[in-house]
């Protein structure tokens, strides 16, 4: 199995939570420093979301299926 880590943007926040089923294609949060939505480009399950302080963005790391 392998892992997918996205960067969102910290301010505007992710719109899942760990342990939750993302399909391809869904919502995950806003990319940093735009107004896009980033989508998974994967589905699997949301395993960690972490920030890092360095780039004030929120990593969230998917496990794909």
Same mark, same amino acid.
Do not use: Q
């Given at each position: 199995m392998s892992y997918v880590n996205v960067q969102v943007d910290a301010t505007a926040g992710v719109m899942v939570?760990? %342990?939750v089923d993302l399909k391809e294609g869904d919502p995950i949060g806003m990319k940093p420093n735009s107004r896009e939505i980033l989508r998974s480009?994967?589905? %699997?399950?949301v395993e960690?979301?972490?920030?890092d302080s360095d780039m004030?963005?929120?990593?969230?790391?998917?496990?794909e299926n």
């Open positions: 939570r760990t %342990g480009s994967v589905s %699997g399950v960690f979301i972490t920030f004030h963005t929120l990593i969230v790391t998917i496990k």
